[in-house]
């Protein structure tokens, strides 16, 4: 048992954890195993003699008046015997042999100590990591176990699952690999953090790693919305007005960007400016399609609604609502997307509601029509106000009694009529349908944007063309606040 501290040292280090709590663990051990061995009621106690490095056992037995349970007291004439300083309620230790702990005590002691060992590593793996969450750290590919990645820190593993990777990766044992720390769970069983290399945290460090700008916090990134190994929309703010945000991520000739894109294995990046307007932001974030205007649906509800010309729809939307979808997260509104040809058609319903389908005819009477006029149209089975707004002059002047000159006055009340509802929604392009209380209604500016989806999917199954578009050259001019080369 001499050589035991030694051990304990040696163990500590190996494992990064305190000594004591080693020295803790195999006490704990060692009574166990004398339990187990002596198989008696006795109440037993561990001790780390410094001044040999060996751990010693003891029976303990309490100094009382009368003896009731021999295994565990002693009277006190017996102990003065053993200790003259006894008295009554103090403790008197026997030693006891460990020499005689057998290999099944021996085998029980060394279980509870690397149960111990592997607890106190939990602890201090929770105590270094749990601080750290999001950060970038730089790992090697330990081993595959299935489908998952254990990766070498240093001091500890980590588990990348499948899915935290991209779909365009693939490794081998010994590959180094930068990831982010996404979760350190302290029950695990196996490696108790948790890397990703899916999160938009990890786009977030390697920009801060290669953008100078952002690093000084002169750029500030706002947000970011990504589906790994497909498209990320990183939003940028710059706090300098002489520093352009979104040139400074993408760096001469694309450099920068182009360093964060090979580390993601060619992965899409759109860097779109932030604004604090909502409507403005939105039409940055639904980057590369260009927006018509924006409407707020319900500010508190965070509910807009985005209308697009109708030969940018799919682009608007993306491959499998990919664009809008990213746009909508990274904005956190919810967006309802439509063409305009939808919008138009949308309007037409509502007026056609209002309008309501049936209305009599003497209804415009109220609009200048004179009785004699409406008493002759009824007669000639013109009865409501749609069917005599569906007839044209030449129709009209086929009635019996009527005159060109009343044609004219009958356009006129059914115009009169039909214009308390065109007040209410234009079916042009430029209204944004019948009002709703509450809305807001603000013309795109010509820059890009951000949306969810309500419409269909892309009507054009080529659409992935236009987002596909990468950098050609950053120095060309383009748009003010327009997101940065709409392919990155």
């Not at 604004?275 to 509910?303: C, N, Q």
């Not at 008493?375 to 002047?397: N, R, W, Y």
Request: proline share 4%.
């Amino acid at each position: 048992m001499g050589t035991i501290y030694q051990s304990i040292e040696i163990l500590s280090k190996e494992k990064g954890i305190d000594p004591r709590i080693v020295v803790d663990a195999v006490k704990d051990a060692l009574l166990v195993a004398a339990r187990k061995h002596y198989r008696s009621n006795e109440e037993f106690a561990v001790e780390l003699n410094e001044r040999t490095g060996a751990i010693d056992l003891f029976s303990v037995k309490k100094v009382v008046e009368n003896v009731e349970f021999a295994s565990k007291e002693i009277t006190l004439d017996d102990a003065l015997r053993i200790d003259p300083n006894a008295v009554q309620g103090s403790e008197i230790r026997f030693a006891k042999s460990t020499d005689m702990l057998g290999r099944i005590s021996a085998q029980t002691a060394k279980q509870v100590i690397f149960q111990k060992v592997r607890e106190a590593e939990r602890d201090t793996v929770y105590q270094e990591y749990s601080g750290r969450v999001g950060e970038m750290v730089n790992c090697t590919v330990k081993r595959i176990d299935g489908s998952d990645l254990i990766l070498d820190l240093g001091k500890t593993e980590a588990r990348l699952s499948r899915k935290e990777q991209s779909r365009l990766e693939s490794f081998s044992v010994g590959d180094r690999v930068r990831c982010v720390i996404k979760m350190v769970d302290k029950s695990s069983k196996g490696p108790g953090v948790e890397v990703s290399r899916a999160a938009p945290e990890l786009v977030m460090r390697l920009f801060e790693q290669e953008v100078p700008e952002i690093y000084d916090s002169t750029v500030i990134i706002k947000g970011c919305a990504r589906e790994a190994g497909e498209r990320t929309k990183i939003a940028v703010q710059s706090r300098d007005r002489d520093v352009d945000s979104v040139g400074a991520c993408v760096g001469m000739k694309g450099m920068r960007v182009q360093s964060i894109i090979r580390e993601l294995r060619s992965e899409k990046i759109d860097i779109i400016e932030y604004a604090e307007d909502p409507v403005v932001f939105a039409t940055h974030a639904l980057s590369p399609a260009k927006i018509s205007r924006v409407t707020i649906l319900d500010g508190l509800a965070k509910h807009m609604e985005v209308i697009v010309d109708d030969s940018q729809l799919s682009l608007a939307i993306g491959k499998k609502g990919q664009n809008v979808r990213l746009a909508a997260k990274l904005l956190g509104w919810r967006i309802d997307i439509k063409s305009e040809e939808e919008k138009r058609q949308e309007v037409e319903s509502a007026m056609a509601a209002l309008v309501a389908p049936g209305a009599p005819v003497s209804a415009l009477i109220d609009y200048g029509l004179s009785e004699k006029l409406s008493g002759m149209l009824v007669e000639a089975g013109v009865g409501t106000v749609e069917k005599l707004g569906a007839m044209t002059p030449e129709q009209i002047e086929e009635i019996r009694g009527i005159e060109p000159q009343m044609v004219e006055s009958i356009q006129v009340a059914v115009n009169t009529y039909y214009s308390q509802y065109e007040s209410q929604g234009e079916p042009n392009a430029g209204s944004a349908g019948p009002e709703v209380s509450g809305e807001q209604t603000v013309e795109a500016p010509e820059t890009e944007g951000e949306v969810t989806v309500e419409a269909a999917e892309a009507e054009n199954p080529d659409a992935e063309s236009a987002e596909s578009a990468t950098i050609k050259d950053s120095e060309q001019p383009r748009p003010e606040g327009a997101a940065a080369e709409p392919g990155l």
